[in-house]
């Protein structure tokens, strides 16, 4: 039987306010356990809660980001559980009258729609410790530090069709929450977590199977491999004639496989009733108009400029727009008047080499728009060849410096001198009489053992178009 995977997506993303949502405690990372908290954030009796005025305007300007309709008027509602991580034994949320509705993510060909994107506070954190027990430990210790912190969870149809895509969906929903400056998206530190619900139905039928949520995945490629993995169990049951279980399952990266969690809750089970201790939110459209005024340009609308007016791959763009902060630098580079496609290609490679090897975000780098554009230029002129290139952009984005005093400190000046190129040309010729017989015979691939040695005899800083144009002349003519 084939059957089709129907992939719907919950992301929680943390909203960069300075304070909670609901109280005047920090939202810093990395405290010590239960530094950052109050009697509202731990739920003592008698509190109020008072709602942070900056998380209602970045859920604003995260749902127009992500084409969203904006309420009009939005309510808060409690949803009822028991957690010891949870120590009012409900969480504020919304559930009926979110605050964005309705929106939309264009990913390749599939327009994967947004359900609804609502404002809730965290819980707090486990942290399981102790004796290794049946589960690692024997006791947990509560840490109500995260408790409170402003959340916006944002929920798609079930519209996504493959573990791919839902890596492709989320990579796209962070870099716009980090564009728009809502969300850190660090992973990491869990500002950015996903659930994902997995169901398998007929290929070719329109009624869903029975989901399963996945819970517990850290990184874009656990979200990928756990999918996979969800989609094979499940496509194991139906195959064998068994039922597939409604439940959360989380993610086990040591065994790469779902483990069951518990029963899928059901809407009604968390009994939510409106939170009567914050009145309905009004939301005027002046208030929406001002910040929609704020917003920057897109990933989606800085890939389409780039291929357009700078003529760059879409495989190019697609890597500069990853990250804001490297895409505004490519901007301050092109303003200086550097060629898209010579900037782009030092940003995309020896760049994101040095990035990934030393585990760096490009503003941690010394590299300026001015180095750039200078060094594109020395090796525009024939000052500095590509070879010798190479090192002098790692050396930039580590230390930085002035591109003309570290070519000429480093001799890294390109050999253009016709002359003294037709010499190292002549003795690569003279002391390589077998690979001339060959080449001359036929195997014009030798060509290139000729460029490489002289290049080598110049310790790389000969012109290559000098080399070529010297090779034409001084190379005999290849049988036919």
Known sequence: MTWEPVIGLEVHAQLKTKTKIFCGCPTEFGMAPNEQICPVCIGMPGVLPVLNKQAVEFGIRAGLALNCHIAEECHFDRKNYFYPDLPKGYQISQYEHPICENGYLQIGDNKIRITRAHLEEDAGKLVHAGAAGLHGSDYSLADYNRSSMPLLEIVSEPDIRSAEEAAQYLTELRGILRYIEVCDGNLEEGSFRCDANVSLRKLGTTEFGTRAEIKNMNSFQAVRNAI?????????????????????????????????????????????????????????????????????????????????????????????????????????????????????????????AYLKENTLEFTQTKLTAENLHALCAAVASGKLGSTAAKPLIVELLKDGGDVENLIQSRGLGQVSDQGAIRVLVEEVIARSASQLQEYQSGKVKLRQYFFGEVMKSAKGKANPAVINQTLDELLPAVES
Not at 248 to 266: A, F, V
Not at 322 to 339: I, Q
């Open 228 to 352: 996979r993995s969800e989609i094979e169990r499940q496509s194991d049951l139906l195959d064998r004639g068994e039922r597939v279980v409604q439940e959360t399952r989380l993610w086990n990266e040591g065994d790469r496989k779902t483990h069951p969690m518990r029963s899928k809750e059901h809407a009604h089970d968390y009994r939510y009733f409106p939170e009567p201790d914050l009145m309905p939110l009004a939301i005027g459209r002046d208030w929406v108009t001002a910040v929609e005024q704020t917003l920057p340009e897109l990933p989606v609308q800085r890939r389409k400029r780039y291929m357009e007016s700078n003529k760059l791959s879409a495989e190019d763009a697609n890597t500069l727009t990853e990250s804001k902060d490297l895409s505004d630098f490519f901007d301050c580079v092109l303003a200086l008047g550097t060629p898209a496609i010579e900037a782009a290609n030092w940003l995309k490679g020896p760049t994101q």
